[in-house]
């Protein structure tokens, strides 16, 4: 396993059109993290999952967005109704239960025009 | 709560030097995990060093060393004989305690330059 993908790389889309980014975490990590990044700032926390549930989820996911990790394998996160201020890095990580190293996947960028 | 600090957006540094980059963080858990992260331009979060609350020494990786003094809160990065490779955005970020998720909380960041 070559570590965390992430598809598509880029992604431009126009206002109010619908997004879905996917993640492929490290064959047989329980956690994945999604993250965003803004131009100059650090990335914030998103969701996570453990296995398939959704455990925690922050105010920054409104509910335009929606995230699912199906059999605990992959994830998607959707963004519905896209604006211009979604534009950022989206950033997936995934790691193994007790081990505390997250690996990153290289992101998507999506520029809402 | 939990919060990342860093106080330098910009440093310069002479090839082959040393530099150190700052942070600090807040927290109230006992059990959390401190992380330095460089992120090049291309975006990528390559990770560099891990520091546990309850280890005792300081981690070191190559060139990286993480200066962990737990009663003043600071995660200092320091990096050895700069390299032009080196430039790039370095974060440093807080685990929270594995049991209750374990996800990242990030500071602002600070861009590194090395000078030739």
């Known amino acids: 396993d070559t570590g965390v993908s992430q598809d598509p790389r880029h992604k431009i889309t126009k206002r109010g059109q619908n997004v879905t980014f996917r993640c492929d975490p490290i064959s047989e990590h329980n956690r994945l993290y999604w993250y965003r990044q803004t131009l100059g700032q650090g990335p914030e926390f998103l969701t996570y999952?453990?296995?398939?549930?959704?455990?925690?989820k922050s105010r920054l996911l409104s509910d335009r967005f929606s995230a699912e990790r199906p059999k605990g394998s992959f994830s998607t996160l959707e963004i519905q109704r896209t604006e211009q201020g979604d534009s950022a890095m989206y950033l997936c990580a995934s790691s193994a239960l007790r081990t505390y190293e997250q690996y990153f996947g290289p992101g998507t960028r999506l520029t809402v025009t | 709560a939990q919060k990342i600090t860093q106080t330098q957006p910009g440093m310069f540094v002479q090839e082959k030097e040393a530099v150190t980059l700052d942070c600090t963080y807040d927290t109230s858990d006992p059990s959390y995990g401190l992380f330095w992260y460089k992120q090049p331009s291309s975006g990528e979060m390559i990770f560099l060093i891990y520091q546990g609350s309850y280890d005792q020494q300081n981690a070191t990786e190559g060139r990286y060393s993480l200066n962990f003094q737990k009663a003043r809160k600071s995660a200092n990065l320091v990096i050895s004989a700069s390299q032009l490779g080196d430039s790039a955005m370095y974060f440093c970020a807080m685990r929270e305690a594995l049991d209750r998720g374990g996800k990242l909380i990030f500071g602002q960041g600070t861009e590194l330059s090395v000078k030739p």
């Open positions: 999952f453990q296995n398939e549930a959704q455990l925690e």
